[in-house]
């Protein structure tokens, strides 16, 4: 069979296999559904009892709807001015009154703005950049009544429960304020976050509102071009909305996280003071750190550099292995030490994603990595972007159009990735197909985009792929999930032949890491390849063709120098010379070979050697 048979093969395979995909989604549906949503932390949200809620209270409804008429209708009066004027010198206009008026409207209109600064499906891309600006600071409430509300959550009297209480809020945003005390019974510094009153009172009716207003004006909209519901939008928007309304949730998320990095010494997470908590307060222990963006956050570079490998590190765990990921972690809630350690604060803003979901994320990653757009396209399928039996292959050519081989390589070189790069290529299709980025999801973009920012403010240099690789290759070659790790398949094993390249770069990236290299389970993975190949014979057959495509020359060649990349790992550890000199036996061998053939292409998405 020829390599044109073996392409052929695997695209009749993939088809096969795509048509019983979707056999099975339909069997299991309910399963399916229950899946695609990412968040799984106690939902507070239900549109029918939100709207009795708002509905009986018909005079405070009735006020709060003109008002936002009121304003509403302002803005919309400015606009074409406003853009005429943009238009004619490149200004801002626009998009600074948008800002200016969601601050006045409120929490839930901040949150909104906040939202739609990650949703390219929804708005156009020199708006989404002013509401990144968008800041969610107000003035304080009256410290009487937080000190009130402390009272009412814990049954007992301040001067009774602190030795020490900031007599003026340290931080005040919409939602709330955050004091700092001390606790009288065992002199342990606190930080106290106390709800804004009525703030989830005025959130029911704007929710209810904007409900309304999404299925009387945009539902049209929304399913032509997005392919679902408006109320759908509006649903998953509040849904985390009323999360973060509730601090009952935030502890369980502190708790959640702390239990999730207690192995990790160089992550920080501030224990809870539960029996002082509830819906209303929230006082946990008081995180030493300062804002990571602050000139004097780091006693040196090397404090600097290490920092930042920490949290490209911390939020793939996050993301990739442990399924709950900080929504939002903005220089404010992401404090440096003076030693390079991390430390997160505010978890109001979390999300969970399942394990299948976890999987499909990787499986993207290799679809992008073989360029594989039809795969990538179901992929994205999968993660809720597009409607379950949509027809992928435009979609698909799309996709290839955008993140084609000269973008893809343009984007991920080891001088210019960027990941809003990346988005932003992504984003021309959500005008073009019905494509739409669930809430959920939109929190894992603004996540890395916010990541991103914070480590080209601390080093304009700082290439987040030359960190973020060594993990993702550790993670398909040490997952406990044999199923995950067995993914190195459709790494190595491309258009029908097996690219040994892949192999040595994902080993060797593997073994890269800026907290002292990493133990590759080699006979692990040797177990899991004999009994998938022992049970699969599709795969059998694939890696047979795979392996059979390259000579006997080339795969005694490349088994030495695989062997030099497995024997720098174990050695380097010990003594750094041993490790340099494998390396370069390696490349001096085998420079002249590279030269010859182009690389696969995973080896432009690698760190350089």
Same mark, same amino acid.
């Given at each position: 069979?020829?390599?044109?048979?073996?392409?052929?093969?695997?695209?009749?395979?993939?088809?096969?296999?795509?048509?019983?995909?979707?056999?099975?989604?339909?069997?299991?549906?309910?399963?399916?559904?229950?899946?695609?949503?990412?968040?799984?932390?106690? /939902?507070?949200?239900?549109?029918?009892?939100?709207?009795?809620?708002?509905?009986?209270?018909?005079?405070?409804?009735?006020?709060?709807?003109?008002?936002?008429?009121?304003?509403?209708?302002?803005? #919309?009066?400015?606009?074409?001015?406003?853009?005429?004027?943009?238009?004619?010198?490149?200004?801002?206009? %626009?998009?600074?009154?948008?800002?200016?008026? @969601?601050?006045?409207?409120?929490?839930?209109?901040?949150?909104?703005?906040?939202?739609?600064?990650?949703?390219?499906? &929804?708005?156009?891309?020199?708006?989404?950049?002013? =509401?990144?600006?968008?800041?969610?600071?107000?003035?304080?409430?009256?410290?009487?009544?937080? !000190? #009130?509300?402390?009272?009412?959550?814990?049954?007992?009297?301040?001067?009774?429960?602190?030795?020490?209480?900031?007599?003026?809020?340290?931080?005040?945003?919409?939602?709330?304020?955050?004091?700092?005390?001390?606790?009288?019974?065992?002199?342990?510094?606190?930080?106290?976050?106390?709800?804004?009153?009525?703030?989830?009172?005025?959130?029911?009716?704007?929710? !209810?509102? =904007?409900?309304?207003?999404?299925?009387?004006?945009?539902?049209?909209?929304?399913?032509?071009?997005?392919?679902?519901?408006?109320?759908?939008?509006?649903?998953? !928007?509040?849904?985390?909305?009323?999360?973060?309304?509730?601090?009952?949730?935030?502890?369980?998320?502190?708790?959640?996280?702390?239990?999730?990095?207690?192995?990790?010494?160089?992550?920080?997470?501030?224990?809870?003071?539960?029996?002082?908590?509830?819906?209303?307060?929230?006082?946990?222990? %008081?995180?030493?750190?300062?804002?990571?963006?602050?000139?004097?956050?780091?006693?040196?570079?090397?404090?600097?550099?290490?920092?930042?490998?920490?949290?490209?590190?911390?939020?793939?765990?996050?993301?990739?292995?442990?399924?709950?990921?900080?929504?939002?972690?903005?220089?404010?809630?992401?404090?440096?030490?003076?030693?390079?350690?991390?430390?997160?604060?505010?978890?109001?803003?979390?999300?969970?994603?399942?394990?299948?979901?976890?999987?499909?994320?990787?499986?993207?990653?290799?679809?992008?990595?073989?360029?594989?757009?039809?795969?990538?396209?179901?992929?994205?399928?999968?993660?809720?972007?597009?409607?379950?039996?949509?027809?992928?292959?435009?979609?698909?050519?799309? @996709?290839?159009?955008? %993140?084609?081989?000269?973008?893809?390589?343009?984007?991920?070189?080891?001088?210019?990735?960027?990941?809003?790069? &990346?988005?932003?290529?992504?984003?021309?299709?959500?005008?073009?197909?019905?494509?739409?980025?669930?809430?959920?999801?939109?929190?894992?973009?603004?996540?890395? +985009? /916010?990541?991103?920012?914070?480590?080209?403010?601390?080093?304009?240099?700082?290439? +987040? &792929?030359?960190?973020?690789?060594?993990?993702?290759?550790?993670?398909?070659?040490?997952?406990?999930?044999?199923? =995950?790790?067995?993914?190195?398949?459709?790494?190595?094993?491309?258009?029908?032949?097996?690219? %040994?390249?892949? @192999?040595?770069?994902?080993?060797?990236?593997?073994?890269?890491?800026?907290?002292?290299?990493?133990?590759?389970?080699?006979?692990?993975?040797? #177990?899991?390849?004999?009994?998938?190949?022992?049970?699969?014979?599709?795969?059998?057959?694939?890696?047979?063709?795979?392996?059979?495509?390259?000579?006997?020359?080339?795969?005694?060649?490349?088994?030495?120098?695989?062997?030099?990349?497995?024997?720098?790992?174990?050695?380097?550890?010990?003594?750094?010379?041993?490790?340099?000199?494998?390396?370069?036996?390696?490349?001096?061998?085998?420079?002249?070979?590279?030269?010859?053939?182009?690389?696969?292409?995973?080896?432009?998405?690698?760190?350089?050697?």
């Amino acid at each position: 069979m020829d390599a044109t048979d073996a392409v052929v093969g695997r695209t009749v395979r993939m088809k096969a296999k795509s048509a019983m995909g979707r056999v099975k989604k339909v069997k299991d549906k309910a399963a399916l559904e229950a899946d695609r949503d990412f968040c799984r932390v106690v /939902t507070r949200y239900d549109p029918e009892a939100v709207q009795r809620e708002a509905l009986g209270r018909p005079v405070e409804l009735a006020k709060r709807a003109a008002k936002l008429v009121f304003v509403l209708g302002k803005l #919309k009066g400015k606009r074409e001015r406003l853009q005429a004027l943009d238009a004619s010198d490149g200004g801002a206009r %626009w998009g600074e009154a948008v800002r200016e008026t @969601l601050c006045e409207l409120g929490p839930l209109f901040v949150k909104l703005g906040q939202n739609l600064a990650n949703r390219p499906d &929804l708005v156009n891309e020199d708006l989404m950049e002013e =509401l990144t600006k968008l800041q969610d600071r107000v003035p304080p409430f009256n410290s009487k009544l937080a !000190f #009130k509300i402390i009272e009412e959550e814990s049954g007992r009297l301040i001067e009774e429960t602190f030795s020490e209480i900031s007599a003026e809020p340290i931080a005040a945003a919409s939602i709330g304020q955050v004091y700092r005390g001390t606790l009288k019974r065992d002199g342990t510094d606190v930080a106290i976050k106390v709800l804004r009153p009525n703030t989830r009172s005025q959130c029911v009716m704007d929710l !209810f509102l =904007l409900r309304a207003a999404a299925l009387r004006f945009f539902d049209d909209f929304a399913r032509a071009n997005l392919g679902c519901s408006a109320s759908l939008l509006v649903d998953e !928007f509040a849904e985390k909305l009323l999360e973060e309304l509730d601090f009952v949730q935030e502890a369980r998320n502190l708790r959640d996280f702390a239990f999730n990095f207690r192995n990790d010494a160089n992550v920080q997470i501030p224990p809870v003071v539960s029996e002082l908590s509830g819906p209303r307060v929230l006082v946990m222990h %008081w995180q030493n750190g300062v804002r990571c963006t602050r000139e004097d956050a780091f006693s040196d570079e090397a404090s600097r550099a290490r920092f930042l490998v920490n949290g490209v590190e911390a939020g793939l765990r996050q993301l990739l292995e442990f399924g709950l990921f900080h929504g939002d972690p903005h220089p404010g809630n992401v404090l440096a030490l003076p030693n390079g350690d991390i430390a997160y604060v505010d978890f109001g803003n979390v999300a969970e994603i399942s394990r299948s979901n976890q999987e499909s994320l990787i499986d993207a990653v290799v679809h992008v990595m073989n360029r594989d757009y039809e795969a990538l396209a179901s992929s994205l399928e999968d993660l809720g972007f597009l409607q379950p039996g949509a027809d992928i292959g435009p979609v698909a050519e799309g @996709l290839a159009d955008v %993140w084609g081989d000269e973008a893809l390589q343009s984007l991920a070189s080891a001088e210019k990735f960027s990941f809003r790069g &990346l988005t932003r290529e992504f984003n021309k299709l959500l005008y073009d197909y019905p494509i739409r980025v669930p809430e959920r999801f939109s929190l894992v973009i603004r996540s890395l +985009l /916010t990541q991103e920012n914070i480590c080209l403010t601390l080093n304009p240099d700082f290439n +987040l &792929l030359d960190a973020a690789f060594p993990y993702v290759a550790r993670r398909l070659l040490t997952d406990p999930d044999p199923a =995950l790790r067995l993914r190195l398949l459709k790494v190595v094993v491309v258009n029908g032949r097996f690219e %040994w390249d892949r @192999l040595r770069n994902l080993i060797d990236m593997a073994g890269i890491g800026a907290k002292g290299g990493v133990s590759v389970p080699i006979f692990a993975l040797a #177990k899991d390849a004999a009994h998938m190949l022992a049970t699969d014979k599709a795969i059998r057959q694939e890696l047979f063709i795979g392996l059979r495509s390259v000579s006997l020359a080339e795969h005694i060649k490349e088994s030495f120098s695989l062997g030099c990349v497995l024997l720098a790992i174990a050695f380097g550890r010990l003594t750094q010379p041993v490790f340099d000199f494998f390396r370069g036996i390696r490349r001096a061998l085998f420079r002249q070979r590279r030269g010859k053939r182009p690389r696969a292409p995973v080896a432009s998405l690698a760190p350089a050697a």
